[in-house]
């Protein structure tokens, strides 16, 4: 896999990121939710912090202005470490899974780092209104983006057996995060190093004329 086909990847996974980001920002209010099927929601939130919604300001004595501003500038840092990786993995001619895996993963933080550092400076507040693109009265500035989800699979909305010692009688849901296309690209890229590790990490993938040439060479030794 070269450079070219990685860009052409990347750019695909950035503009069904961004424009599902934008269209959910300017059609929907926050909170609002669509049901697509009983299993799966579209749900329109906005995550100020990391994974999750953590917020460093949550574990670290600082404000949530300082916790988010050091938040975007350490993605900002890790993209370009991301960024060298995959220049580095495609120069170095390896595996496809590998450059497959790194490329998502660099496009899902991309794609994440575009709400962090523009979103906060092109639109309005969502609060009870539907946010315009390029409002007049930005809801932030650069750096103090919100990060946009919207995918939602309550696959199990229930209620704990009452009989169950602490949990019992409280409502039990499988799976709740809400996340976005960026995040989807970003584990699954890691899920590709995590299941495929041995592929991803040889050194070069065998094209069939390498695979034949091995075989020969195997044969010749042989007699």
Do not use: C
């Not at 580095?88 to 496809?96: E, P, Q, R």
């Not at 639109?123 to 946009?148: C, H, I, R």
């Not at 190093?193 to 034949?212: D, G, I, M």
């Amino acid at each position: 896999m070269n450079i070219k086909k990685s860009v052409l990847f990347i750019l695909l996974i950035l503009i069904i990121d961004q424009w599902s980001k934008i269209y959910i920002k300017t059609h929907f209010v926050l909170g609002e939710s669509v049901e697509v099927f009983n299993w799966f929601k579209i749900l329109f939130i906005e995550n100020e912090g990391a994974a999750w919604g953590a917020k460093l300001s949550d574990v670290l004595p600082i404000s949530d202005n300082i916790g988010k501003l050091v938040l975007t500038v350490f993605r900002l840092f890790a993209i370009f470490g991301i960024g060298y990786w995959l220049l580095d993995v495609i120069k170095k001619k390896a595996s496809n899974t590998l450059i497959w895996a790194v490329s998502l993963i660099f496009a899902g933080a991309l794609g994440n780092i575009l709400d962090s550092v523009f979103y906060g400076a092109i639109f309005n507040e969502s609060y009870n209104e539907v946010a315009t693109l390029f409002s007049d009265e930005p809801y932030g500035k650069l750096f103090y983006g919100k990060v946009v989800d919207m995918l939602y699979f309550p696959m199990v909305d229930s209620t704990w057996p009452t009989w169950m010692p602490m949990v019992g009688g409280q409502n039990f849901r499988f799976f709740e995060p809400v996340f976005n296309i960026a995040d989807t690209a970003i584990s699954t890229g890691v899920g590709i190093l995590l299941v495929f590790n041995k592929r991803a990490f040889n050194r070069e993938e065998e094209t069939p004329n390498q695979e034949s040439e091995h075989l020969q060479n195997q044969d010749v030794l042989k007699e």
